[in-house]
C-alpha cells in the first residue's frame, strides 16, 4: 500500500515521509483533487499556523475531496495542525471556518504555563484505542503547539493529555483518526502508532 | 502533566564532520555525525541539536547534506544552526529535515530576523542561542562565535527575544563550556525564571549529577551536551536512569 501526504507547503512532510520509510511504507506527496480522489489512505501532517493550512486546503479546492474520500472509508489520519483542522474552528484564526469534520473548537492552551507546549508529555489512551495498541500506557510523546482541543463533549476523543488542562491527544471515529503530537518524532512509541494506522489502513 | 527534561546531545560539526573544542577553540575530530545521532536516536536522546560551527557561506551545501544525513537517522527532533542570517538560509534548513532552526548572531544584529522565522515557520521551530559570559554582576552576550561582546544583558536579551517569537531558549554559559566543571546554575536560573518559554542549559556538563542540579536548582527544561556523549563517558540511557530515580520526569527509552 502507499500513503498520500498531503503536501500543503511549509510542513513536515519530509519528516512523516521519513518516518514511514523507516518502517518501510511508500508514499507520495499530493495536493491535488485528483490525487485525493484515488488515495487509498491520507495523511495529513501540519506545523504552523492554522490558517495556512485551512488557506491552502481551500487554494487547492481539498475540502469537498477531503470530505468524499473520509465518506468513502479512506483511512484518514491528521498530525499536529492536521488534526486541529478537522474542528469546526480555531483560537488561532477565529475568522476562518476549519473543515469541520469532529465537532468542536481548538482553543489556546492556558497561558500560565510556558507555550508552546513544546517536549514529552504522557498521554493518557482510553483502553481499546486502535492507535495505541501495543504502546506501553503512559509513554511520552513528542508535542509542539499553542492550541489543541477541548475533550469536553467529544466521542471521537481516544487519547488525553494534561498541559495546563486537559486537551485532546487523539480521536478516532471509523476511518478517520488524528493526533495532536507528532508520531514522526517519538521515538519507538511513534514508530508503533504509525504502523497500528498503516495495518488499519491496510 | 510536566513535561519530560530533555536530554539533547549535540553535534558541533564542520566539513561533514563531528568536531569538538574547549573554550570555543581547539577542534578535533569526534567521528560521522550521521552515526553518532543514530546512536542517541537508540539510546534515548529526546532531540539533538547540529551546529555548523564554520558557518561559513561556501560550505553551505555540506552542512545541508550534514542535515539530511542526520535527519534520516532520527525519529526524535532536530535542531540545526550555525550562520544563519535569512529566512531563505532557515527555509533550506528545514527543508533537509531539520524541525527546528537556532539564530545566535543574526538574531542579535537584527532581532526581527526572530519574528521573521517565528511567523513563517512557528515559534516551535526557533531557537535563539545566547552565548554568556559572566561581567561582574551581570551575564554577557557574547556573538560571532564568543569573540565579541554584543553589549547586551543576558536576561534582558533572553526576554527580548522571547517577545520577538523566540520558542526556545539555548542558553550557553561561556564561562563553563568545555570546563567539565557543571552547568551554570545561577546563569540558567536566572533565564529561566525571567522567560517564559523552555531554557535548554548548555556549557560544563560531565557528571549525572550536573544534569540533576540544573533541572532542580537551575530550572532548565532541557539539558544539552556534546563530548560526554560522543567519547562514551555517559551513556543517555544510565543518565536518564539516574535523573528518574531521583525524581525528574525523564522520557526511559523501552
Request: glycine residues 8%; hydrophobic residues 45%; contains cysteine.
Amino acid at each position: 500500500m502507499r500513503i498520500t501526504i498531503i503536501d500543503h507547503g511549509p510542513g513536515n512532510v519530509a519528516s512523516v515521509e521519513r518516518a514511514l520509510a523507516r518502517i518501510s511504507i511508500s508514499t507520495e506527496r499530493a495536493i491535488s483533487e485528483q490525487a485525493i480522489a484515488r488515495a487509498t489512505a491520507v495523511i495529513l501532517p501540519g506545523v504552523g499556523h492554522f490558517s495556512a493550512l485551512v488557506r491552502a486546503l481551500d487554494e487547492n479546492s481539498l475540502r469537498a475531496p477531503l470530505s468524499r474520500a473520509i465518506a468513502r472509508g479512506v483511512p484518514f489520519l491528521g498530525i499536529c495542525l492536521g488534526l486541529q483542522a478537522l474542528y469546526e474552528s480555531s483560537d488561532e484564526a477565529p475568522v476562518l471556518r476549519g473543515l469541520g469534520m469532529l465537532p468542536g473548537h481548538v482553543s489556546a492552551l492556558p497561558a500560565q504555563s510556558k507555550l508552546p507546549h513544546m517536549g514529552w508529555n504522557r498521554v493518557h489512551p482510553l483502553p481499546g484505542s486502535r492507535l495505541f495498541r501495543g504502546i506501553p500506557v503512559e509513554s511520552y510523546f513528542y508535542f509542539a503547539h499553542s492550541f489543541a482541543a477541548s475533550p469536553i463533549a467529544s466521542a471521537e476523543t481516544v487519547a488525553t493529555c494534561t498541559y495546563g488542562c486537559e486537551f485532546v491527544a487523539a480521536i478516532e471515529r471509523g476511518n478517520l483518526f488524528g493526533v495532536q503530537f507528532h508520531p514522526e518524532k517519538s521515538g519507538a512509541a511513534g514508530a508503533q502508532l504509525l504502523r497500528n494506522f498503516v495495518r488499519l489502513a491496510a | 502533566m510536566t513535561l519530560a527534561r530533555r536530554i539533547i546531545p549535540c553535534l558541533d560539526t564542520d566539513c561533514g564532520r563531528v568536531v569538538k573544542g574547549v573554550n570555543f577553540a581547539g577542534l578535533r575530530d569526534a567521528g560521522d555525525p550521521a552515526k553518532l545521532a543514530a546512536r542517541y536516536n537508540g539510546e534515548g536522546a529526546d532531540e539533538l541539536i547540529v551546529l555548523d560551527i564554520a558557518a561559513s557561506r561556501d560550505r553551505r551545501s555540506t552542512f545541508l547534506d550534514t542535515i539530511r544525513r542526520v535527519a534520516a537517522e532520527l525519529a526524535i527532533p532536530l535542531a540545526a544552526g550555525g550562520g544563519i542570517l535569512t529566512r531563505e538560509e532557515a527555509r533550506a534548513v528545514i527543508q533537509a529535515g531539520a524541525d527546528k532552526i537556532t539564530v545566535n548572531t543574526a538574531a542579535v544584529d537584527r532581532p526581527e530576523l526572530i519574528a521573521e522565522l517565528s511567523g513563517e515557520f512557528g515559534a516551535q521551530a526557533v531557537v535563539v542561542a545566547i552565548d554568556a559570559k559572566r561581567e561582574d554582576e551581570h551575564w554577557d552576550v557574547r556573538i560571532r562565535g564568543g569573540a565579541v561582546s554584543a553589549d547586551l544583558d543576558a536576561v534582558s536579551w533572553a526576554k527580548q527575544a522571547a517577545a520577538f517569537g523566540a520558542g526556545e531558549i539555548l542558553l550557553t554559559s561561556m564561562d563553563r563550556d568545555g570546563t567539565q566543571t557543571g552547568f551554570d546554575i545561577a546563569l540558567t536560573a536566572a533565564i529561566s525564571r525571567a522567560v517564559s518559554v523552555p531554557v535548554i542549559a548548555s556549557g560544563g556538563a560531565k557528571s549525572p549529577a550536573h544534569f540533576l542540579d540544573v533541572f532542580r536548582e537551575g530550572c532548565a527544561d532541557a539539558a544539552l551536551a556534546a563530548s560526554i556523549f560522543h567519547d562514551g563517558v555517559q551513556s543517555i540511557r544510565s543518565l536518564k536512569e539516574f535523573l528518574a530515580e531521583a525524581g525528574i520526569p525523564v522520557r526511559l527509552p523501552c
